[in-house]
């Protein structure tokens, strides 16, 4: 089946460590984002690339760092720089806007706590 | 910042039409509206988007206004499966580098038994 996975569903962590979150898609999508989701809060993009090798801040990149490798893969780090870690992460892929399909397919999240 | 208004919250009665209203009155010629839902704790789930025509599928339909500075997501028999955020959000570009998809807060529908 195609979609996007996101690993693991829960993370937990010390104050001070760095932490990777895995973003990895079979959609052939060209695009793809992150976004930081906090309780009764709506979604912030905090970095999103276009394509390979290419990759945007969004507005609340602080603190965050990401790669953009393969075109399937978009992972995460939470740096130890980021003042408020604990969130729920959403990864996102989409086709560009010229192409029949564009709508954004989100993965289920990871929520990460960092005590 | 998003560029589109929304209600916080709104009701429904189970059964009824559920109209979710949105403002984005400084929408660009190019730009679509896409609306999305986001169940608790999950991923959110792409429902209808639409560029100037009123768009129908198997989820909801899709009004949006002659100027195209608003525009009213119908969820035709609203049932308690629909309780959920739903967000309006503008698409800002043209698939070029800089294309990127802003949230909003979202409206916080209650489907009502």
């Known amino acids: 089946d195609g979609g996007i996975t996101q690993s693991p569903k829960y993370l937990f962590r010390k104050e001070g460590q760095n932490v990777t979150l895995s973003c990895e898609q079979n959609l052939n999508h060209d695009a793809m984002y992150w976004y930081r989701q906090d309780p009764g809060q709506g979604l912030r993009l905090i970095y999103y690339s276009q394509i390979v090798n290419d990759f945007q801040k969004g507005d609340i990149a602080e603190g965050y760092s990401v790669s953009r490798e393969k075109k399937e893969s978009f992972p995460l780090t939470v740096t130890s720089a980021q003042k408020n870690p604990t969130a729920f992460y959403l990864c996102?892929?989409?086709?560009?806007?010229?192409?029949?399909?564009?709508?954004?397919?989100f993965g289920p999240g990871t929520r990460l706590t960092v005590t | 910042d998003a560029k589109t208004t929304q209600p916080p919250s709104m009701d429904c009665a189970e059964g009824r039409a559920a109209n979710l209203p949105c403002n984005h009155s400084t929408i660009s010629g190019n730009e679509y509206v896409y609306w999305y839902r986001q169940i608790h704790s999950q991923g959110p789930q792409y429902i209808i988007h639409?560029?100037?025509n009123n768009e129908t599928n198997e989820m909801a339909s899709l009004i949006i206004t002659e100027d195209r500075k608003s525009s009213t997501l119908i969820l035709p028999h609203a049932t308690l499966r629909d309780t959920a955020v739903y967000y309006c959000i503008v698409r800002v570009a043209m698939g070029n580098r800089d294309d990127k998809i802003i949230f909003g807060k979202g409206t916080r529908l209650h489907i009502l038994p």
């Open positions: 639409g560029l100037k």
């Open positions: 996102a892929s989409s086709t560009p806007l010229g192409e029949a399909q564009h709508e954004q397919y």
